[in-house]
């Protein structure tokens, strides 16, 4: 009867409960495919921005304890969907215009440019994280790992920082103005906390509602001090009269630009 009623307090305690099995592998698949679709999906055109707080839960959920190259590639084809999806047309369009070659090389640059600055990240992101629940204060290390991630994509080579996570809630001004302390980096880091809180929560599913509600609740805490700090800042901007901008990007071909050399 003793150890009955051991093994029943383990299995219902909050902190010590089995791990959900592993996806199948055409789950996870599916699971990384969908991460694809819902960041694309938070960025123009159809800019559905609130898809991108959970947008990293699915690949997250795929990605668990799996091993070092199937979490790569799960990461890579999240990353192929969202990136591509989103950069191959322009890509595409900019160098059929720019480019004096023949057609296969537009072609072979809008497919390999979102590989190298996009997916290829996202599979590092996804090899770090694989084993997300088990990480050291994961609500501040798996974010870090997804910064660090981006920080790559912008920095090493040429840089490419295109449609980083942070990039998605450019509407929200009162979220965005942290961006004044560290960047869209600091932006990525809350949308991806929120994301990461939400997967913990799922994952602890079986573990009652304070095992669940935990991460939810201090993600919670991070974005309204970041929204705390955003209702500040338009009321500290300088006083004066406002001026209207505009922007122009000229649209000349590469012949032209080397007229004018």
Known sequence: ???ESSDDSEATSPLRSPPPSLPAPLAAV???AASGLLYLAAFPPLDWTALAWLALVPLLLAI???SLARATLLGWLAGTIACNGLT???????ASRYLDAARLVPALLAAAIPQLFGALWFAAFAALARRWPAAPLPLLTV???WVACELGRAEIGYGCPWVLLGHSQWARLGLI???DLAGVFGVSFVVALANVALALAWHRRRRGWRAILAPPAVAGLAIVATLAYGATRPAAAPAGAALRVALVQPDLTMDDRKSVV
């Open 177 to 179: 103005q942290i961006a």
């Open 64 to 66: 668990r304890d799996q």
């Open 143 to 145: 974010p870090a790992a």
């Open 30 to 32: 599916g699971l990384a």
């Open 1 to 3: 009867v003793a150890s």
């Open 88 to 94: 191959t047309p322009s890509i595409h369009e900019a």
